[in-house]
């Protein structure tokens, strides 16, 4: 069997190599996941720096292409792939799904992974954990997840009637943050938790989220 000409680097477990996959899985594109480890420091070593200045995760290779940045990465394979995912069929459908990534990456993220951090992967990462950290994302969380709320009883996904990257790149970090204790603020609204299952059922975030274990403090320790 030939080797896929699309590679990604990272550890699969991290919300943001598993938004790289994700958006792969649902554009259908054949990859090859070239397994690092953060434990060992493969992310500072020369040949990885080579590859992304930055020394982080994920990093794709599509043919020539080397790029990096998650919500970049899924952007680039969507634009070739699967490009409506993108809001493709009109200016304003396109301008709705950027308005809509830009308040994950801005509004939503920095709360949910602060919770994250501290609820699921503290022990990973060799923290305690800051329930003072933990508590006033929550209340963050709160405000930005009535929002979504607002918005998801007027359209069925964010950026309008229609599945868009918007919608797909929260997946990943809600993967884990739906295993923490705080996973009430979704369920008590209901157009948030029925757009989350929603996204949750799908098939390609199902097969991401196996690379994604939530059974245990540390878990993702497991994965490499």
Partial sequence: MATPAVKVYGWAFSPFVSRALLALEEAGVDYELVPMSRQ?????????????????????????????????????????????LL????????AMVDVWL???AHQLHPAAIAIVVYCIFASYLGRERNQAVVDENVEKLKKVLEV????????????????????????????????????????ALPH?????????????????????????????????
Avoid at 73 to 80: G, T
Avoid at 87 to 94: D, K, N, P, V, Y
Avoid at 201 to 209: G, H, L, M
Avoid at 211 to 222: C, E, I, N, T, Y
């Fill in 40 to 84: 060992a420091g493969d992310h500072r070593r020369p040949e990885h720096l080579a590859r992304n200045p930055f020394g982080k995760v994920p990093v794709l290779e599509d043919g020539d292409l080397t790029i990096f940045e998650s919500r970049a990465i899924a952007r680039h394979v969507l634009r070739k792939h699967k490009p409506e």
């Fill in 87 to 94: 809001g493709t069929g009109s200016l304003e459908q396109a």
């Fill in 102 to 104: 830009e308040v994950e």
């Fill in 148 to 187: 979504y709320e607002a918005r998801l009883s007027q359209s069925k996904y964010l950026a309008g009637d229609f599945l868009s990257l918007a919608d797909l790149s929260h997946f990943t970090i809600m993967h884990y943050f739906m295993a923490t204790e705080y996973a009430t603020l979704v369920e």
């Fill in 192 to 224: 948030v938790n029925a757009w989350w299952e929603g996204l949750a059922a799908r098939p390609a975030a199902k097969k991401v989220a196996e690379f994604m274990p939530v059974d245990a403090p540390g878990s993702p320790k497991k994965q490499e």
